[in-house]
């Protein structure tokens, strides 16, 4: 997976990532459009957007979202609900058996705080989630978080840090951490 990342967004590597972005978005399109017990045209779909064959004990329900997806890396038994988001610019992880609730977020990208240098980077790290971990509907993973064996997150939970293995993380109250 990859490591954190600093692209300036003027750069080849940029448009390249732009131009999967593009391709990926309409591949996710067509699957989310497609009937639920089409087995095989999601299988195809998937088999694309994430450049190798979904896992066969995988299960994804769409409407499903990414917007990269070769940096999606799903293991054995995992099972992602209605309605998930996946930016996996800098990697994503789910271990074997996670389940995903519908709505939950995980986001790879961002931008630096700096407002000089905001639109001249894109900003990212990986998330990796441990083995057996239960993600309630509508949490967001922010970039870098590592999410332990066996934690719960609960629905609405917005996580921005590490979370302890065993553990159960609720919460999503924004507070002011500085001002400029």
């Known amino acids: 997976m990859p490591s954190d990342r600093l692209l300036r967004i003027h750069s080849a590597e940029f448009q390249a990532m732009a131009e999967r972005v593009l391709r990926v ?9 497609l009937p639920f017990e089409d087995e095989a045209g999601k299988a195809e779909l998937l088999e694309q957007i994430l450049g190798r064959p979904l896992p066969p004990s995988v299960t994804i329900y769409p409407p499903f979202y990414t917007d990269h997806g070769l940096n999606l ?3 054995e038994r995992v099972f992602i609900n209605q309605n998930c988001t996946f930016l996996d610019y800098a990697g994503i992880r789910l271990g074997e058996r996670v389940m995903v609730g519908p709505k939950v977020t995980f986001i790879t990208g961002g931008h630096p705080v700096d407002p000089e240098e905001r639109r001249l980077y894109l900003t990212g790290a990986p998330i990796d989630v441990a083995e057996n971990v239960w993600i309630g509907a509508g949490a967001t993973i922010l970039p870098g978080v590592s999410i332990g064996r066996d934690a719960v997150i609960a629905a609405g939970a917005v996580v921005a840090d590490d979370v302890p293995p065993a553990s159960l993380v609720t919460g999503g109250k924004a507070t002011v951490k500085r001002e400029w």
């Open 25 to 33: 978005t309409r591949l996710t399109s067509r699957l989310n459009v």
């Open 73 to 75: 890396d799903l293991a």
